[in-house]
């Protein structure tokens, strides 16, 4: 007898604006060049964030990596695909200089507080993923998102609707250009619980007043990324956005200070 699924609204029940750690605030001063590191992670950890985001990968060999390029050559001292590299090539990579490209695995060890909001990079991370989050019984830790429709779909046929996902391109089109609230959830069949999207894609805007208003209308949070700037996250969070994802883990921190607006600790 199947047991039945799990909830996929579990990852958004935490007290609202959500403050996302994107690839552990790759931009802040303290340690900017070391995106998606468990320094990264720890650091963002440390200032309270309890909401990560990183991206997924996976080796040759199978090995699922936080790890957001398809090479090895912009953020390490190495070169080559990561699809075509072993684990153990992976391995000898430094990011920074010091620091070596992470496990899925690690984070969610090093942190098992936090949860993880996760972008799938390559066709074979999904199977990867599935089985993962399914191991680990991690249903309520993680909500997982595509830029590739296509990956989306293989992905969420393969977990049956038990894990949270995000909108997909096609998805976040309906809410852009749907009259309701309602007929665009109707048109994405209630599948995705949030929209992470840009404020703007080039001079078009996204994050509309409208946009956020048809989205809760259906019952889905708007998440925005990736957002740097003090004065846009304000206007962001006063257009009612139900989360930030950002590089600055330091400004958004101090913006969220400042509304009385940050849910995690109150010291450092």
């Known amino acids: 007898m199947n047991s039945p699924a799990p909830s996929t609204t579990g990852y958004l029940d935490q007290p609202l604006p959500l403050a996302f750690a994107h690839r ?15 320094v ?15 991206d997924v990968h996976v080796t040759s060999d199978g090995v699922l990596l936080a790890f ?5 050559d912009r953020v390490t001292d190495r070169t080559g695909s ?20 992470p496990t ?14 996760i972008d799938l990079k390559s066709d ?17 830790r993680v909500l997982v998102g595509s ?3 296509r990956r989306m779909r293989a992905f969420r046929r393969r977990t049956g609707g038990r894990v949270a996902t995000s909108a997909g391109p096609l998805e976040v089109v309906a809410f852009v250009l749907s009259p309701s609230g309602r007929l665009a959830r109707l048109l994405t069949r209630g599948r995705p619980v949030a929209l992470q999207v840009p404020h703007r894609q080039g001079r078009i805007p996204v994050t509309t007043a409208g946009f956020v208003r048809r989205a809760h209308a259906a019952g ?28 600055r883990t330091d400004i958004l921190r101090d913006v969220l200070r400042a509304r009385g607006q940050w849910n995690g600790p109150d010291e450092g």
């Open 147 to 149: 830029f590739s429709g």
């Open 40 to 54: 990264a992670f720890a650091h963002a950890v440390d200032l309270g964030y309890t909401y990560l985001e990183t």
């Open 82 to 101: 990561v699809a075509e590299s072993t684990w153990a090539e992976v391995q000898e990579a430094l990011i920074g200089g010091a620091e070596r490209v």
């Open 220 to 247: 889905l949070q708007v998440h925005v990324w990736t957002i740097d700037d003090p004065i846009e996250m304000n206007t962001l969070l006063d257009r009612g956005v139900d989360g930030i994802m950002t590089d």
């Open 124 to 140: 074979g991370a999904v199977e990867a993923l599935a089985t993962f989050i399914e191991e680990r019984e991690a249903w309520d």
């Open 68 to 72: 957001h390029d398809t090479v090895l």
């Open 104 to 117: 899925l695995a690690a984070l969610f060890d090093a942190f098992p507080a936090a949860r993880f909001n």
């Open 24 to 38: 552990g605030g790759a931009y802040h001063p303290d340690i900017e060049g070391l995106e998606n590191t468990l």
